[in-house]
């Protein structure tokens, strides 16, 4: 399960970083992604869009017909996957319309092949449009050995016996206040349960 979850995320990172660089509507980006899906995205600076719908084509001239209305076509990021498409050589446009009726369709695009491989060590190599590779290695784990500070809390408490005691350093570590594995800070009292109040 996680490395299914680190390939969608690295995949998405891969279209938005593509999407982020792509330009603004009516400029839009078709990615397949391999197993019949087709991600069509774009970016939308335009103030006046009341309609954004996705259409599809066996060529690039006619026999267009709409998949998806958007929605929300005043969304500044927005896109759609195509899990029905024929093949993954369709076409696809994007028809904008405008206020006062004004509409434009974009130019026809056909998908930019993703390809994606994994070998035993969990290493993946994505390959776009045949020329940019990106290897994704399988992330090591690191360990942080407590026992190389010194003992004692960061937070400076008073000891009646010992006033020169030095004042840790604000950057040490606590041991009692730390951040746990599930992501909430833990408070551990040393002398929780010996001492009543």
Partial sequence: MPLKISFLLILGVLVFTHAKGQDTLPKFSVTNTGNNKIII????????????????????????KSIL???????????????????????????????????????????????????KD???????????????????????????????DSVLIPNPGNFNKPSPHADAPSMYVYVHKDGYVKVVLPDAGKKKI
């Fill in 41 to 64: 995205g774009w970016v939308n600076t335009m103030e006046d869009v009341k309609q954004i719908s996705i259409q599809r084509s066996f060529d690039s001239i006619s026999g267009y």
């Fill in 69 to 119: 209305t958007v929605a929300d076509p005043t969304s500044r990021q927005n896109g759609y996957v195509d899990t029905k498409a024929a093949n993954g050589n369709m076409f696809y446009r994007l028809y904008i319309q405008r206020d006062k009726g004004h509409y434009l369709f974009s130019a026809a695009q056909k998908p930019v092949t993703v390809i994606v491989k994994r070998d």
């Fill in 122 to 152: 969990t290493v993946t190599t994505i390959t776009i449009k045949g020329k940019d590779t990106i290897v994704v290695k399988k992330a090591e784990p690191f360990y942080i050995r407590i026992d190389a500070f010194s003992a004692g």
